[in-house]
């Protein structure tokens, strides 16, 4: 996935994934391949697509007890739903993943989903609430030590 991901290939990634779904394979490979595949869609182009293999990914997340996945595909959900400007929607899933990354520890990821979720508050109109997040984002990636991280926070 992330070389065909990263090296412009995302039709043969999905080739790919398609290939292994066909199997028996479940679990964690299964959810993971979906999520694979709904971020080659994405790449693509095709949002609807990898809004599809996420939501089916976070239908079977529950039986596989593997909450980074699932914390995952909400965000990629989330991304995709703000994308199509569904910003209620998006809202709603970032929301859901933050008390759970607080809850984790995985402090990367939070800065990320919050830095998501001020983006979704501006683009509803909301500037002041946007602020909130964002602040959150940048003080995380700052105390990260993630320099590039805290630029994209700035812009």
């Known amino acids: 996935h992330r070389f065909c991901y990263y090296r412009g290939m995302p039709s043969e990634g999905i080739e790919w994934c398609r290939a292994v779904l066909q199997t028996s394979v479940n679990g964690v490979p299964r959810v993971g391949t979906l999520r694979a595949m709904g971020a080659l869609y994405c790449r693509r182009g ?8 996420f939501e ?18 909400l965000n990629n959900l989330a991304n995709v739903r703000h994308h199509e400007g569904n910003f209620v929607e998006a809202r709603r899933l ?20 919050l830095s998501n ?34 630029a994209m926070a700035l812009n």
Request: proline share 4%; with cysteine; hydrophobic share 40%.
């Open 94 to 113: 970032f929301d859901a993943c933050i008390p759970l990354l607080r809850a984790s520890g995985q402090e990367h990821q939070l800065a990320i989903v």
């Open 56 to 73: 089916e990914g976070l239908e079977l997340a529950p039986g596989i007890q593997d909450q980074e996945m699932e914390l995952g595909l």
């Open 117 to 150: 979720l001020g983006l979704v508050l501006h683009d509803m109109g909301d500037h002041e609430a946007a602020r909130v997040p964002l602040e959150e984002s940048l003080e995380i990636r700052l105390r990260l030590g993630d320099q590039s991280g805290a």
């Open 46 to 53: 095709e949002f609807h697509l990898g809004g599809h293999a």
